[in-house]
């Protein structure tokens, strides 16, 4: 049924249809109104059987998932930014130990300075974490993959983290179509857990392993992945088949067939790419789209199948490596070892700065151009930073950065002299 709704209500009422039966909550922004919606639902019976258990903090939040899905319950959980780091022990435990725990990180940035607007540093920093990371690039398909993450994570017996962008997908009203309850029963079985405590028939889940074992286990994790790479376009077939639109997959090429230069991203600045892209077609430049829905597991080859065509990559990344430079680029050029092509790292949108379409324009532009920096980032005010480097030079008690560019930029008072 199509509805105008916000995208995290549009989520909830996903997980809801997806009939979750223990949900952890611990609130942060942006991800809060969905488990507030879930709340809801179980309070007033919508949601049943379910409990809904309010925990301390996000540590707990997964522990008390980790628990629950051991015992054989269907676990659900969602957090963003620091709230992911301050479970990140228990999300490392979670994968290691093959629980089928879905979890919605509504992307935040990742202090200090305490910002709570949207780029992609949480969930990167778990990138190693052995959860497979599923983007969504609009709000119908932020629903549509909460449903199709309980069915791969509980046929692989794995973790399944659902990316969406705080506050421009999570506090966005949209148009999203929601399935019925039948419809969802049809396409996700019962849960039935391949493992499980159960006191007729004793085991040990997360047992010491020494080194005679532990690579091993590693190993198994990693062969999970592989496997996820062949089932997620499965599912995603599968989906579509039955609810008559295509959301998920490994990739989605938009433009690509003809492009001389191709733009890689994830989440919902592909929306905003493919009408930038739209004008500059029209101007003769043939330039195309690649967005990236499965991060974990990275899909090399349907990357490589998707660029290798093209004389030029530019990598759009909302996050980086301090001292390195793109985290996603950095597996691009892995799909793309050995192409003769050139490639460019474009870091946007830090801490929730707008990607506007005049930007990308003439970042695109410089790129064709062959004018663009190997590494960029958009929209980077230099005059700010010099001046700070120059203050850093000029004196040992400099101050705090962040205080500094904000004085610089007039946006808090300056000191009385």
Known sequence: ?????????????????????????YPISPQTHIVEGLGERVKSGALAPCEFVNVESEFAAMSVAI???AAGARSYTATASQGLLFMAEAVYNASGLG???????????????????????????????????LFAAHNQEAADLHIQAFKLAEELSMPVMVCMDGFILTHAVEQVDLPSQVEVDAFLPPYEPRQVLDPAE??????????EAFMEVRYLAHAKQLMALERIPQI?????????????????????????????ALGSVIGTLKDTVDELREAGLRIGVLGIHSFRPFPLAAVRAALEHARRVVVLEKSFSVGLGGVVSTDVRLALSGLPLQGHTVVAGLGG??????????????????????????????????????????TRRSGPIAENLLRDLGTVASKVS
């Open 236 to 264: 995603a077939a599968e989906f579509a088949e039955r609810f008559g639109r295509t959301t998920g997959g490994l990739v989605r090429a938009y433009r690509c067939q003809d492009a001389d230069t191709i733009v890689v």
């Open 99 to 133: 629980l089928p725990i879905v979890m919605t990180v509504a992307n935040r940035a990742i202090g200090a300075p305490i910002n709570i607007w949207n780029d992609h540093s949480d969930s990167m920093s778990q990138r190693d974490c052995g959860w497979i990371q």
């Open 67 to 69: 628990g629950a899905s």
């Open 353 to 394: 700065r707008a990607i506007t379409k005049a930007s990308l324009a003439r970042m695109l532009r410089e790129a064709v151009a062959g004018g663009l920096a190997p590494l960029t980032f958009l929209d980077l005010d230099q005059r700010i930073v010099q001046r700070q480097l120059e203050r850093e030079a000029a």
């Open 1 to 25: 049924m199509l509805r105008q709704i916000e995208g995290s209500q549009a989520v909830a009422q996903a997980v809801a249809l997806s009939r979750p039966e223990v949900i952890c909550a």
């Open 202 to 211: 004793p085991v040990s889940i997360g047992a010491m392993v020494g080194p």
